[in-house]
């Protein structure tokens, strides 16, 4: 079920919205310390030196699907905002498959 977040009170929208992003965000973040701490004192530090060389990349390709799916998500809150659902539908059939190939 689609929840339109165009009417009902700003701030409750906003932090239904926000609360899973930064709730996200802390999980990522604690993901990377565990990793490094395991990698660190169980394997070796080459391990723990090659596991923070390639957080650089995956920050990389993870800053440009953010950049993709805001973008796109420009379009499709357009088309929504405006009940066209046809071209919100095509919008996302879009990105999809821009993503996926």
Known sequence: ????MTYG???????SYFFPLL???V???L?????SVIVGKFISKNA???????TTLNWMIFSFIIGFVTGEGVLVSRAFGAKDFKKCEIALQTAFMSLFL
């Open 23 to 25: 709730f996200s965000t």
């Open 1 to 4: 079920m689609i929840t339109d």
């Open 48 to 54: 723990l030196a090659a596991v923070n060389s390639t």
């Open 9 to 15: 009170s700003p701030l409750k929208r906003i932090f």
């Open 31 to 35: 993901y990377s310390i565990t990793d």
């Open 27 to 29: 999980f990522q973040q």
